[in-house]
């Protein structure tokens, strides 16, 4: 009969595996855990034996070393794509440098990513998003220099409410790859510092509410100012899929799925 513990029994690196999908999670940094699930005669680990991979193909922990283990990684990284848990099991045969014999089964799971949404505008759009991407899964910030708007009680599903200018606002928040920036504040040049900087920040998405008219004149602001292109193309605008939407529940309902999709097919 195979040896089954529970996962991380004999896992002498599990508090720092543990701390480190913690840590990625919140920075938005992909990663999986592949945990030895049952072994039998010779193998290398034993149950509860666990190797969390990085994006990077970096790891911490072990299920074995040699080329179990770098057969363990190729598939992490798959995993880390598709989102798809595998289970692999191994026969360990001279291949594997493990001439006695022995299995042992391997359970890959991709770990959570904390997906976060910065609204920059409480006005009929951005308050508006906020229930939608709470539902959605998003820890959720507004910012809006008018303290009337920017009140708590206004936005009870928001995560933070900050009443303040929003390019300042930005500047002072953690804004890793896995956060998406909507911006729908109530003039232009207010828009422009808010875009300015978003771009500062590696989200991975910034959208902007507005007309191709709009999205014109922003992008000769942004060439005239000195941005490159690269950095110009990383803004959508008009933000939100093409759905007809015209009032302000339908346009953050298209916002919300064009960032779902965006999630889904690993762009943001």
Same mark, same amino acid.
């Given at each position: 009969m195979p040896e089954v513990t529970p996962a991380g029994a004999n896992q002498d690196n599990a508090l %720092? !595996?543990? %701390? &480190? !999908?913690v840590r990625l999670g919140r920075y938005g940094q992909p $990663? #999986? @855990?592949a945990t030895v699930? #049952? $072994?039998n005669g010779s193998s290398p680990r034993k149950s509860g034996a666990g190797m969390l991979v990085k994006n990077d193909a970096s790891i911490i922990g072990s299920v074995g070393g040699? $080329?179990? &283990? =770098?057969d363990v990684i190729a598939v992490v990284l798959e995993v880390m794509r598709t989102g798809a848990p595998q289970l692999l099991d191994f026969h360990l045969t001279e291949r594997f440098g493990h001439v006695c014999g022995g299995t042992m089964h391997v359970f890959i799971q991709p770990n959570p990513i904390e997906y976060s949404l910065i609204i920059a505008g409480a006005g009929h759009v951005g308050s508006a @998003?906020? *229930?939608l991407a709470r539902y959605a899964g998003y820890r959720v910030t507004v910012i809006d220099p008018r303290e009337e708007y920017a009140r708590p009680e206004? @936005? *009870?599903e928001a995560d933070l409410v900050i009443a303040d200018d929003a390019a300042l606002a930005m500047a002072r928040l953690a804004v890793p790859p896995s956060t998406a920036i909507v911006i729908a504040t109530t003039d232009f040049q207010q828009d422009f510092d808010a875009v300015k900087a978003a771009l500062q920040t590696p989200a991975g998405f910034i959208g902007l509410i507005? $007309?191709?008219r709009k999205k014109a004149a922003l992008e000769e602001t942004l060439r005239q100012a000195?941005? *490159? *292109? &690269? =950095?110009i193309s990383r803004i959508t605008v008009p933000v939100g899929l093409d759905i007809g939407a015209e009032t302000p529940r339908e346009i953050a309902v298209s916002i919300i799925a064009q960032l779902i999709a965006c999630r889904k097919n690993n762009a943001l």
């Open positions: %720092e !595996i543990f %701390e &480190e !999908i $990663s #999986a @855990l699930i #049952a $072994s040699g $080329s179990v &283990e =770098q @998003l906020v *229930p206004r @936005l *009870p507005g $007309s191709k000195g941005y *490159p *292109p &690269e =950095q």
